[in-house]
């Protein structure tokens, strides 16, 4: 894993429901990460997917497990404007 490059994320936004959006700004990629009641992640846009990702808060330290081979695309362009767009119109409270 030496010869891969590694990029720091950074919490960009953590919303009054607890859902936190990540972002890496060397490449793009573009995570909602909610921890809880149930863990989950949605990738808004994977980034550079050969890249190791990896970032802190509090003490937790966020990394991509390893993986042989890259994930294809996780969300389909046209997936993703819509939950940009379906984004938009939620109230986080904020």
Known sequence: ????TQHNM???????????EWVC???????I???W???K????????EYAIHN????????????????QSQIVSDELKSLLEDALKDIDFGD
């Open 25 to 31: 700004p060397t490449c793009g990629r573009h995570l």
């Open 33 to 35: 990460v909610e921890w």
């Open 10 to 20: 950074i919490l960009e936004v953590t919303h009054t429901s607890g859902a936190e």
């Open 55 to 70: 970032g802190s808060k509090g003490g937790v330290v966020l990394s991509t497990p390893e993986s042989t081979q890259p």
């Open 41 to 48: 992640k949605v990738v808004m846009d994977a980034g550079d």
């Open 1 to 4: 894993m030496d010869h891969q």
């Open 37 to 39: 009641p149930k863990f």
